[in-house]
């Protein structure tokens, strides 16, 4: 089964995140949530800046616990950090009229990390926004991510070719 590698464009968003992180003020408007899963827990890093307003919020759900408890800054971002710090990334496709990603063919797994990204930008003095969403899948290494995709079989939900572009999920565009 082939899969898509995602650590260059990983190593790319990891760079416009972290420069939105520190330097908010370069963006003419943003619309940023992430939400990472390890290990059970959840950690979610939303902002936004739209007409001049910034409205942002942190939060995670440790794991085994039953409601989320907001969480700062640093520490959401933190966790983008560490996602982002793996070594290799593949992509989840969500096919038209499914309900869910899972419901692709392989079920989301909790030994592996995963990360759900909605970013669309304008960085000031650019004419356009740019925007993708995507749904990502962290591994050590090649080897794990060519392992994960073994698992998945013929029926995979993990993308195989880039760029990819469906109705709910796509790169940069």
């Known amino acids: 089964m082939t899969v898509a590698l995602y650590a260059d464009y990983i190593a790319d968003l990891r760079d416009i995140i972290a420069e939105l992180d520190g330097h908010p003020e370069r963006f003419q408007t943003y619309s940023l949530h992430v939400a990472v899963t390890a290990a059970g827990s959840l950690i979610v890093y939303e902002t936004k800046r739209r ?3 910034i ?10 616990a039953q409601s989320n408890r907001q969480v700062s ?3 959401a971002f933190a966790a983008i950090e560490r996602f982002f710090g793996l070594g290799q990334f593949v992509a989840l496709k969500a096919e038209a009229g499914s309900q869910d990603v899972g419901a692709t063919g392989l079920a989301v797994q909790a030994d592996y990390p995963y990360c759900a990204v909605n970013f669309t930008y304008r960085k000031k003095g650019q004419p356009d926004t740019r925007s993708m969403m995507m749904i990502f899948i962290g591994f050590n290494d090649d080897a794990d991510a060519f392992s994960y995709a073994a698992m998945a079989g013929t029926a995979s939900p993990l993308v195989s070719e ?11 565009k």
């Not at 409205?55 to 085994?64: C, E, H, K, L, N």
């Not at 880039?162 to 940069?172: C, N, Q």
Request: without cysteine.
């Open 73 to 75: 800054q640093a520490t």
């Open 162 to 172: 880039r760029p990819h572009r469906s109705e709910r999920l796509f790169e940069w």
């Open 55 to 64: 409205d942002s919020i942190y939060y995670g759900r440790p794991a085994g």
């Open 51 to 53: 007409r001049g307003q």
